[in-house]
């Protein structure tokens, strides 16, 4: 299944031109781009593992997409890659815009539902991703 | 969508803004006539490269990597600052800013330093100019474990992966340059520019000096000219004499003078014409006029 979280991801994946000009937008608001990876879609893991530091004090997108693509080429095959824009201006403090710009080359074995039976009739639902079921170093692999 | 069919390269000129940087670069810099032209073809050179691209003719980002080399002070950098603004109303650089770095801004300190150093500036860099100082230093043949090498084997990567992102521009010394390029000719395939920077003779020098005391609203006095000139001359002749740099801090200093001369006039009303001429006696106390021509060995 296709993983839907971030900014554009109901579109289709977008290209290396189209991840440029949004990368633009960002740098050209003063927000700080930063790239993250992960090998764990749940929606409620937030905290994906950086790739180095947030960059700002880059003019050009082609600075960001430089590190995004060294990014891939460690991670691109079987991680999750999003980058993240922060607004450091007082009181927003926080992320403006966050998409993905990569997936893993397998398929998303996507999610299970787990029903939990608790107090006698009632019930509690949980997701878990199909993926998490095996080790961090053998997930997304053939 | 129509096809292009014509080209007006005097008005792409004109409209792009890039004869407004060519007579800037004219006006404001003394002497470099050598320079000038060799920058004024290079813009032909590219603007008729963007009118083949137009009309499908070419294809190739041509490789604009420049070394400039000439003797500290010699307005290596002032030119490189045009340059990238030049580049930029070229359309070949999309921001036009100059990234400004010697050996230390590149090289790290300890293994795995130097890539993430290295790639840090080039990042900034990119959109722009990246102009390296002293760009041989990079290259220490006597250490072969010297992290330079790492720097280098980046940079050539960017330079020839990355031509569309950012230009580079190599300057220093012109025969340590040569030195450089002989033994590292991966730089001198993709170096296509270079652009040779002559010392300034006294006369542009002088002329120099008046322009730069003229920008800090300062004018040289009628009783000060001839100690000018012989101040320039007798800089010349001693060590680590920098060009226009030299004059440049020669002028601070004059300046500082002033500034005492009139402070110890104790309680005097000044106008404007004491508080910015620069004086006969404001050069006279120079180090540089008192010493002798040193002895050749
Ligand atoms: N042709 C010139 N006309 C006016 N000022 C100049 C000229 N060339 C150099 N300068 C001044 O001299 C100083 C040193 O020049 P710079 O470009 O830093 O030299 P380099 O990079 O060759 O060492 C700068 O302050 C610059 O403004």
């Given at each position: 299944m296709k993983i839907t979280q971030g900014t554009f991801s109901f579109l289709p994946d977008l290209t290396d031109e189209q991840i440029t000009k949004q990368i633009q937008y960002c740098i050209d608001n003063d927000w700080a781009v930063g790239?993250?990876?992960?090998?764990?879609?749940?929606?409620?893991?937030?905290?994906?593992?950086?790739?180095?530091?947030?960059?700002?004090?880059?003019?050009?997108?082609?600075?960001?997409?430089?590190?995004?693509?060294?990014?891939?080429?460690?991670?691109?095959?079987?991680?999750?890659i999003r980058l993240s824009a922060f607004d450091n201006t007082?009181?927003?403090?926080?992320?403006?815009?966050?998409?993905?710009?990569?997936?893993?080359?397998?398929?998303?074995?996507?999610?299970?539902?787990?029903?939990?039976?608790?107090?006698?009739?009632?019930?509690?639902?949980?997701?878990?991703?199909?993926?998490?079921?095996?080790?961090?170093?053998?997930?997304?692999?053939? | 969508m129509s096809e292009i069919k014509s080209f007006n390269l005097q008005k792409a000129f004109e409209a792009s803004g890039v004869k407004e940087v060519l007579?800037?670069?004219?006006?404001?810099?003394?002497?470099?006539?050598?320079?000038?032209t060799r920058i004024h073809e290079t813009a032909s050179l590219l603007l008729v490269n963007k009118a083949r691209e137009e009309l499908n003719l070419s294809k190739i980002?041509?490789?604009?990597?420049?070394?400039?080399?000439?003797?500290?002070?010699?307005?290596?950098?002032?030119?490189?600052?045009?340059?990238?603004?030049?580049?930029?109303?070229?359309?070949?650089?999309?921001?036009?800013?100059?990234?400004?770095?010697?050996?230390?801004?590149?090289?790290?300190?300890y293994i795995g330093h130097t890539a993430p150093k290295t790639k840090e500036i080039l990042k900034k860099a990119m959109g722009g100019v990246l102009f390296i100082d002293e760009a041989y230093y990079l290259y220490r043949p006597e250490n072969e474990r010297d992290y330079g090498q790492e720097v280098i084997e980046i940079l050539l990567q960017v330079m020839e992966d990355h031509r569309d992102d950012l230009v580079v521009i190599l300057a220093g010394y012109a025969d340590k340059m040569d030195k450089f390029f002989s033994s590292n000719p991966g730089f001198r395939s993709r170096v296509a520019h270079h652009i040779d920077f002559p010392d300034y003779s006294d006369d542009e020098l002088f002329e120099i000096a008046i322009k730069m005391l003229k920008e800090q609203n300062y004018v040289l006095g009628d009783n000060a000219v001839t100690i000018l000139k012989e101040y320039i001359a007798k800089r010349r002749e001693q060590p680590h004499?920098?060009?226009?740099?030299?004059?440049?801090?020669?002028?601070?200093?004059?300046?500082l003078r002033q500034a005492n001369r009139l402070f110890n006039k104790g309680d005097v009303e000044l106008n404007a014409k004491d508080l910015s001429e620069i004086d006969y006696e404001d050069f006279a106390l120079s180090r540089v006029l008192k010493s002798k021509p040193p002895t050749q060995p």
């Open positions: 790239i993250e990876f992960t090998n764990d879609p749940h929606p409620r893991n937030t905290y994906w593992e950086m790739w180095d530091l947030p960059m700002f004090d880059i003019r050009d997108a082609a600075g960001i997409l430089y590190e995004l693509n060294a990014c891939r080429k460690v991670y691109g095959d079987n991680h999750y007082h009181g927003w403090e926080s992320i403006k815009l966050s998409f993905i710009v990569n997936r893993p080359k397998v398929e998303d074995p996507g999610f299970r539902l787990v029903r939990q039976e608790v107090d006698g009739r009632s019930i509690r639902y949980t997701t878990q991703a199909y993926s998490t079921d095996k080790p961090s170093s053998e997930r997304y692999r053939d | 007579d800037e670069l004219d006006r404001d810099l003394i002497g470099l006539l050598p320079v000038k980002q041509p490789s604009l990597h420049m070394s400039f080399t000439g003797n500290p002070g010699t307005g290596k950098t002032t030119v490189a600052m045009r340059m990238a603004k030049l580049l930029y109303r070229l359309g070949y650089v999309r921001k036009g800013h100059l990234v400004l770095v010697t050996r230390d801004d590149l090289v790290g300190q004499f920098a060009n226009a740099r030299s004059i440049r801090n020669g002028l601070d200093r004059a300046i």
